[in-house]
T-cell receptor, first 114, second 113 residues
Framework: EAQVTQNPRYLITVTGKKLTVTCSQN?????MSWYRQDPGLGLRQIYY?????ATDKGDVPEGYKVSRKEKRNFPLILESPSPNQTSLYFC????WGGGQETQYFGPGTRLLVL | AQTVTQSQPEMSVQEAETVTLSCTYD???????LFWYKQPPSRQMILVIR??????QNATENRFSVNFQKAAKSFSLKISDSQLGDTAMYFC??????????FGTGTRLTIIP
């Protein structure tokens, strides 16, 4: 089954404790992206990747890191989480097609930073 | 910069009725793509319908259709014969060719039995 998976689905942590949210897709997609969803703000892009070893900042990259060492995986790293990073996070992937390609979203990761 | 505006934070409609969700956008690009995503209580993001800006014909998918007015930069979603399973948050999104989706703030739709 074609899908994007994220782990963990739910996470409670404390300020300053490094964490990683994993994202994996099995569709051989070039493009992968991370979004965060906050009430009243919709989804905003954090980072994206056009292919292996090619990443770039989105609209809200502060406090986040990413890497793309393999085509299927695109982990999101919070090196020193803060309460303002409490949010719902989505990973998405698609073929690279000039914007016309459908983006497939993972199930989301709900993060609470205390 | 691209922006997407959804001016209706919440809507409700009786089951089997028709409802229209509005979306306006702003972009200086001439070619772009518009999407409606549905987010049910499970929080999964599900593509409902998409529209290519260079196509004049409005997209349709079963009970879902759009009214795309390029000059007015308007992209509304019509849901016909609404069903209880249509209860969800609906997001309008714009992609102008770099794969990045710019989302609106969403409309929470409730279908009343």
């Amino acid at each position: 089954e074609a899908q994007v998976t994220q782990n963990p689905r739910y996470l409670i942590t404390v300020t300053g404790k490094k964490l990683t949210v994993t994202c994996s897709q099995n569709m051989n997609h070039e493009y992968m992206s991370w979004y965060r969803q906050d009430p009243g703000l919709g989804l905003r892009q954090i980072y994206y990747s056009m292919n292996v070893e090619a990443t770039d900042k989105g609209d809200v990259p502060e406090g986040y890191k990413v890497s793309r060492k393999e085509k299927r995986n695109f982990p999101l790293i919070l090196e020193s989480p803060s309460p303002n990073q409490t949010s719902l996070y989505f990973c998405a992937s698609s073929l690279w097609g000039g914007g016309q390609e459908t983006q497939y979203f993972g199930p989301g990761t709900r993060l609470l930073v205390l | 910069a691209q922006t997407v505006t959804q001016s209706q934070p919440e809507m409700s409609v009786q089951e089997a009725e028709t409802v229209t969700l509005s979306c306006t956008y702003d972009t200086s690009e001439s070619n772009y793509y518009l999407f409606w995503y549905k987010q049910p209580p499970s929080r999964q993001m599900i593509l409902v319908i998409r529209q290519e800006a260079y196509k004049q014909q409005n997209a349709t998918e079963n009970r879902f259709s759009v009214n795309f007015q390029k000059a007015a930069k308007s992209f509304s979603l019509k849901i016909s014969d609404s069903q209880l399973g249509d209860t969800a948050m609906y997001f309008c999104a714009l992609n102008f060719g770099n794969e990045k989706l710019t989302f609106g703030t969403g409309t929470r739709l409730t279908i009343i039995p």
